[in-house]
């Protein structure tokens, strides 16, 4: 019998920051070593499209995730490593569920909304969910493991799935979210706002230098007062501490007891020590990877082939079902 799917995408809109590490990229490899699952991950290319597109930097962002994936320890051996837009099924699929999507719906979600007052207020960026819902549903997904800022769209992915079986009969898999111990890490400049792309100053990126990481760690914002421990009015040290106890595997309990009577200098230095600690092999190891580029996207590029024969025979299924001959 086939293993229940696993799969999620990331945009290539600039480098991996620890959100994403720790929100998703860290969790698909967990998923694809517990060798439970059939797992395909991909580089949602398309979606990036619409968002500040820079049509010349654009492989080079490719490039980047594809490198970030494998250093991170995703196996082309053990998951499908794909690149969306070489998946025509993908945009195909988006066209007929955005024919059932109710525009009140896509009105509704809170990133598009965020989206559309800081950007160029475009149509991809509304129906972007409609293309999400697409890219799971045609791999029949049973998880989706991605940071908490994606669960309405997958809510939505869910009711596109009901609406289409109950219209044109049982074609598609419900998904569920699967999060990390952290589906959302805060911005070190502004704790209580998710560490995001949009906003650089507060994120630490994966391929950070130690001596950027150790900057930008030691001058996070913290709060009043100076005790080490989280607390719902300390969203600052909270949010060093959660990412300090997923990094080490030490409970915060834990790590609030070794900085008890310590100030924040004391624990920011720690903090800034463990995460060079933890990704400097990944660094080094994405930093070989960018060397030899065309043997990367020849990975990714091999994975595509394996996506589109999943893709295309779901798609095939779909159009008969909806009467396209
Ligand atoms: P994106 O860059 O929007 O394609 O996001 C890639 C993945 O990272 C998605 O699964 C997001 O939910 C996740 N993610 C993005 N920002 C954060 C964050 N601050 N904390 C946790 N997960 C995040």
Redesign the pocket.
């Known amino acids: 019998m086939q293993k229940p799917s696993v799969l ?4 290539p ?1 600039g480098p ?2 620890i ?2 590490y ?4 860290k969790n698909f490899v967990n998923l694809q070593n517990s060798e439970e699952y059939r797992t395909l991950f991909f580089i ?1 290319d398309l ?1 990036s499209l619409t968002e500040n597109f820079d049509s010349k930097n654009k492989p080079t962002q490719v490039l980047d995730i594809a490198a970030s994936f494998l250093a991170a320890g995703l196996d082309p051996k053990l998951s499908t490593l794909f690149i969306q837009s070489q998946v025509p099924p993908h945009s195909e699929l988006a066209w007929i569920l955005s024919t059932i999507t109710p525009m009140g719906e896509l009105s509704r979600m809170t990133q598009y909304k965020d989206k559309a007052d800081r950007m160029d207020n475009n149509v991809g960026l509304f129906t972007y969910p409609t293309l999400m819902a697409a890219d799971i549903i045609l791999y029949d997904a049973t998880f989706v ?6 669960d309405q769209h997958l809510e939505l992915t869910r009711t596109l799935v009901r609406k289409f079986n109950a219209k044109f009969g049982q074609t598609f898999v419900e998904p569920k979210n699967l999060h990390t111990e ?5 911005s070190l400049t502004n704790p209580e706002k ?4 949009s906003e650089p100053a507060g994120c630490v990126f994966i391929d950070d230098s130690q001596e950027v990481m150790t900057k930008k760690i030691m001058s996070a914002v913290t709060d009043s007062g100076s005790e080490v421990v989280s607390r719902e009015d300390k969203p600052g040290i909270s949010n060093l501490l959660r990412i300090t106890s997923t990094l080490t595997e030490k409970p915060v309990a834990e790590l609030e007891a070794l900085f008890k009577g310590k100030n924040y200098g004391e624990f920011k230095k720690y903090v800034a020590q463990v995460t060079n600690d933890y990704f400097a092999p990944i660094r080094e190891r994405k930093a070989k990877l960018m060397k030899t580029s065309e043997k990367v996207l020849k990975i990714f590029t091999d994975g595509s082939a394996q996506a589109n024969k999943i893709a295309q025979k779901k798609m095939s299924d779909v159009k008969s079902k909806v009467g396209l001959v």
């Open positions: 999620s995408g990331i945009q809109t991996l920051h959100g994403n720790l929100g998703a990229l949602a979606h493991p991605t940071g908490d800022d994606q952290l589906p959302r890490v805060m998710k560490m995001s792309k």
